[in-house]
């Protein structure tokens, strides 16, 4: 069993930057692939970015490549994602999850509770 907690969330304003936190424990063994996935409200869960087991692998959605960077610390057990130029629509509940690495939401099997992230214009 693998537990998952997201921190970091907040209100900024466009331009500004975040920096999300997601750390695992329970099942730490770490070749799980760590994703983040988000959530605006009456939306789809969509994909954003995906790191695979080792760190040497990342994978970002379109709206966010450039932007946003994912990355992995196996020693602490900790995923992050830092947002950079963040815009109004950049604006959701970002979820961590571990599982295959995939954009699809259907490959992960753990996932955390979610940690809003508001843009203000």
């Known amino acids: 069993q693998v537990q998952l907690l997201e921190s970091g969330g907040g209100l900024v304003q466009a331009g500004g930057s975040l920096r999300l936190s997601c750390a695992r424990s329970g099942h730490t063994v770490s070749t799980y692939a760590m994703a983040w996935f988000r959530q605006a409200p009456g939306k789809e869960r969509d994909f954003v970015a995906v790191?695979?087991?080792?760190?040497?692998?990342?994978s970002y959605a379109d709206s966010v490549r450039g932007r946003f960077t994912i990355s992995r610390d196996n020693a602490k057990n900790t995923v992050f994602l830092q947002m950079n130029s963040l815009k109004p629509e950049d604006t959701a509940v970002y979820y961590c999850?571990?599982?295959?690495?995939?954009?699809?939401?259907?490959?992960?099997?753990?996932w955390g509770q979610g940690t809003q992230v508001t843009v203000s214009s």
């Open positions: 790191v695979n087991w080792s760190g040497s692998s990342t």
């Open positions: 999850a571990a599982g295959a690495y995939d954009s699809n939401w259907s490959q992960y099997r753990y």
